[in-house]
């Protein structure tokens, strides 16, 4: 079966970067989309961005635009965040997702579209 395991959260600073990996297991990833959510505290669960299956398309939040940077390695089965000139803001639990199908939704990634979910790891920005 499917296993997500998401790695490389912590304590930054704000203005600084971190580099969040999820890994999958028992499933080839090939196929489809991938995307990170996070959620805050006493916030919505939203989606912060998507991969296409092949690493063609992509999308991002509007508030992360400029400052994250999604990509996936197929042969190794993982998916990368990028996180640059991280604020208070970013502040949350990430999550990745994988969509059942290889193309990302055109306007925003939500929730609803994802089928399979990692455990999630937490990125704190703060001084």
């Known amino acids: 079966q499917l296993q997500l395991v998401e790695s490389g959260g912590g304590l930054v600073q704000p203005g600084g970067s971190l580099r969040l990996s999820c890994a999958a297991s028992?499933?080839?990833?090939?196929?489809?989309?991938i995307g990170w959510f996070r959620q805050a505290p006493g916030k919505e669960r939203e989606g912060v961005s998507c991969?296409?299956?092949?690493?063609?398309?992509?999308n991002y939040l509007d508030s992360v635009k400029g400052r994250f940077t999604i990509s996936r390695d197929n042969a190794k089965n993982t998916v990368t965040l990028q996180m640059n000139s991280l604020k208070p803001e970013d502040t949350a639990v990430y999550y990745c997702?994988?969509?059942?199908?290889?193309?990302?939704?055109?306007?925003?990634?939500?929730?609803?579209?994802?089928?399979?979910w990692g455990k999630g790891t937490l990125v704190t920005v703060s001084s």
């Open positions: 997702a994988v969509r059942s199908i290889g193309l990302c939704p055109p306007a925003s990634t939500r929730v609803g579209d994802m089928h399979y």
């Open positions: 991969i296409s299956s092949s690493g063609g398309r992509t």
């Open positions: 028992g499933v080839r990833l090939d196929y489809y989309a």
